[in-house]
């Protein structure tokens, strides 16, 4: 499902990642983890191609992802659903259109729009603040929104950059397990985060950076 193959990456003269390999097999909940600065955020950027690898090939759901021409990135990012860490919720509009807005740009019907939201709204549970406005809620509800929003595609991969990094520690616990019930129900999920109480004793796969490169792979 992802596919990475001797990936570097390089911003001007600074080396970003190096030498990346690793393979994320379709339905699999899996996390990268590393300290501030280790190339998290933009492993994930190369996967939905925000970034373009400068070595080594990528393939994300048989796309392959340095080939792509400009034009066809929208429908890889069809496939891909993104949870940010910092929400990137517009606050002048409700929850439910928040989460419609991507279904708006490629004009689906009203009808189907309503049905779609209302399905993935309930899904995470925050059906009852559908007609809210983002500032009114919880930290745990916009996250709550962020996936929702990610999910209204039905992508087959879901990728998570520090998810809860904003959050408390029940709030956390909450937010994991939606992502869990995700992955459950047939989605490929990647978790990047730098909190080891997010993958310890989940008996996941866990990909450990550390100087650009991917110091070891566990299983924790």
């Known amino acids: 499902m992802i596919q990475f193959t001797n990936v570097s990456k390089f ?40 970034e373009r690898p400068d070595q080594g090939q990528i393939v994300v759901a048989h796309w392959d992802v340095g080939k792509l021409k400009q034009g066809t990135i929208p429908y890889l990012r069809r496939n891909v659903g993104i949870v940010f860490q910092d929400f990137r919720l517009l606050s002048n509009k409700t929850v439910f259109d928040n989460v419609a807005l991507a279904l708006r740009i490629h004009d689906m019907p009203p009808k189907e729009i309503k049905e779609k939201v209302s399905a993935v709204l309930k899904e995470v549970k925050i059906s009852h603040k559908a007609n809210t ?26 990728l998570a950059d520090e998810p809860t990094g904003n959050l408390d520690a029940e709030t956390s616990k909450t937010i994991t397990d939606l992502f869990k019930e995700i992955n459950a129900r047939g ?32 299983i924790e």
Do not use: W
Request: proline share 4%; glycine share 8%; hydrophobic share 40%.
């Open 133 to 158: 406005f983002p500032p009114h809620l919880s930290g745990g509800e916009q996250q709550r929104v962020v996936i929702a929003r990610a999910m209204v595609s039905k992508p087959t991969v879901l």
């Open 11 to 50: 911003y001007d003269e600074d080396v970003v990642l190096k030498d990346i390999s690793f393979t994320i097999e379709k339905g699999e909940l899996a996390y990268i983890t590393g300290p501030s600065g280790a190339g998290k955020t933009t492993l994930l950027k190369l996967i939905y191609c925000a």
């Open 187 to 218: 989605t490929t999920v990647l978790i990047a985060t730098h909190n080891d109480a997010l993958f310890h004793g989940t008996g996941r796969r866990v990909f450990h950076l550390r100087d650009n490169c991917i110091e070891k792979e566990t």
